[in-house]
């Protein structure tokens, strides 16, 4: 049973950095696409980054987070996925969502391409 629990979410200021991290267990990591989405109040969960360990880390990101936000992954013997977020804006409130697929797909930003979540972890920037 794969299992991803969030953490590092909190109160920051604008232009603050934040690192989200993603303990996964009961995966083979190394084969897994793991993604990270967000959610903020009353819209729909959204795409933010995925990373694919092909050959060498593959990674790819929303037009909101490029440039800004970096996508990482450990080895398979610490299975952590991080999302280094950098310049926060208000806009980027929201809780965010580690997710892990087994199988490849081309829309690794759909959230319906993903088996497993984690229970989310909040991220308020306040202006």
């Known amino acids: 049973q794969v299992r991803l629990v969030e953490s590092g979410g909190r109160l920051v200021q604008a232009g603050d950095s934040l690192r989200l991290s993603c303990a996964a267990s009961?995966?083979?990591?190394?084969?897994?696409?793991m993604g990270w989405f967000r959610q903020a109040p009353g819209k729909e969960r959204e795409f933010v980054a995925a990373i694919i360990r092909g050959n060498g880390n593959v990674t790819y990101y929303s037009d909101t987070a490029k440039g800004r936000f970096t996508i990482s992954r450990e080895n398979a013997q610490n299975t952590v996925v991080y999302l280094q977020m950098n310049s926060l804006k208000p806009a980027d409130t929201a809780v965010y969502y580690c997710?892990?697929?087994?199988?490849?797909?081309?829309?690794?930003?759909?959230?319906?391409?993903?088996?497993?979540w984690g229970q989310g972890t909040q991220v308020t920037v306040s202006s």
């Open positions: 997710a892990a697929a087994q199988y490849y797909s081309r829309n690794y930003h759909l959230t319906n391409q993903y088996d497993s």
């Open positions: 009961g995966l083979i990591f190394d084969t897994y696409r």
